[in-house]
């Protein structure tokens, strides 16, 4: 098993920032990527950011150049930075952590994200 704890998150002004985090505890040696994804009210969770063990990054279209995302395989952590929030970027955010052995996925509590105009 593998547990996620976020943190961060809350209300900010559109064009402010936040940054959230997470922390993974448990089997963390079958993780092979980490990232965010993100769930408004009426629609699908999305892909917010993800990157692999060795680094590889993709990011939504939506949040390029304006979110980064960066991670700590030592301490098996997960950052996201957002800047230049906008109203549309409010929704829970969750943290996400692919794990093999067996292929699992593994998801936070979520964390709300609300910006407003």
């Known amino acids: 098993q593998v547990q996620l704890v976020e943190s961060g998150g809350g209300l900010v002004q559109a064009g402010g920032s936040l940054r959230l985090s997470c922390a993974a505890s448990?089997?963390?040696?079958?993780?092979?990527?980490m990232g965010w994804y993100r769930q408004a009210p009426g629609k699908q969770r999305e892909l917010v950011a993800r990157?692999?063990?060795?680094?590889?990054?993709n990011y939504a279209d939506s949040v390029k150049g304006r979110f980064t995302t960066s991670r700590d395989n030592a301490k098996n952590m997960v950052d996201l930075q957002m800047d230049s929030l906008k109203p549309e970027d409010t929704a829970v955010y969750y943290c996400?952590?692919?794990?093999?052995?067996?292929?699992?996925?593994?998801w936070g509590q979520g964390t709300q994200v609300t910006v407003s105009s």
């Open positions: 448990g089997s963390t040696f079958r993780i092979v990527a």
């Open positions: 990157v692999t063990n060795g680094g590889s990054i």
């Open positions: 996400n952590a692919d794990a093999v052995n067996p292929r699992v996925s593994y």
